[in-house]
């Protein structure tokens, strides 16, 4: 994570700015989930959905890109142009397809766990495009290799292990069974392998912004930029897929609801935030909260529809806090090395060599024999 201790809003650290937003954000993408499922027993076409769902983002971000960021951007290239184009078709709309077809087979609990997947695929992917340095001869990089394994293993256990029950509410909504548990008779193996697909490409887009973003530092362009060809790509697909002009309405106020939450939370102010906090905290950074998901949505399962809270929910929170708390120690002390490595840099540019030489050469007149040298004595 860069160095942004210094850097403050109404007094409070960037560093401390960036932990809230990603646990909010986490809260949101929990909401999202039950959301999508909801949409998809409603019906709602798995083309139209994410349609209306960036459409809805491009709305909102597009005026406070356009006028926040008149002095920020760039002028648009090819270059640009291509790169953006990528970038949508990697994080819009193969993230989004492959989740909901993989939704449409699993269920949101399922795909909330196998997203824990995230930190591994990103810290991989990065490790190998070298935008994030890894150490495993130092104790930064074996405390965020560690600290990443814990964090996936802990999801793993609140998804696997149940154990005795610690707390069993009883049901407070109806329905509520119906839209949680996972869709019988479909193929989990297929559901798997999309969800694999929608992993990889999440990591992907996570990646590929770290270094599109110092060429082009305006971050809610780039997002707008983003969803504006996610729309255009998916309305292509739309074109082949979906022609039924009846899939295109709104036949009540939940499926409205499901697809403005979509838009504006899962979409807009996501992307903002998650975007912001990639730029200032770097891929791996975002990523690794990705398992704090899993233990929202079974405390919102708990609280919301009921749900019993077993051992293995509290075995796995453990795991993810001290996950969490392994990765963001061993990026603390990653700046450290930096900022050591940084000082031995300084101390070593031709000024301090010249005047370490001039020392070099005065302490080497001062040890000059006092007798001549043997060659001179042979003479």
Known sequence: MADVDARKVCGVPERVQLHVAMLALQFGYAGFHV?????????ISKV?????????ALILLVPFAYFLEKKDRPAMTLSFTVQFFLLALCGITANQGFYLLGLEYTSPTFASAIQNSVPAITFLMAAVLRIEKVRIDRRDGIAKLMGTLACVGGATVITLYKGPTIFGPSRALNGADQLMAPTMGKDWTLGCLYLIGHCLSWSGWLVLQAPLLKKYPARLSVTSYTCFFGVIQFLVIAAFIERDAEAWMFHSGGEFFTILYAGFVASGIAFAVQIWCIDRGGPVFVAVYQPVQTLVV???????????????GIIGAIFIIAGLYLVLWGKSEERGFAAMEAAIAASSNPEHDAVRAAAS???SSLKQPLLPSTTS???
């Open 361 to 363: 050469f005065k302490a």
């Open 298 to 312: 079974a405390i919102m399962a708990a609280i919301a529809l009921g749900e019993e809270f077993y051992l293995g």
């Open 377 to 379: 004595e042979s003479v």
């Open 48 to 56: 139209v959905f994410p349609v209306y769902r960036n459409i809805i």
């Open 35 to 43: 959301v999508s499922r909801a949409a998809l027993n409603m019906g």
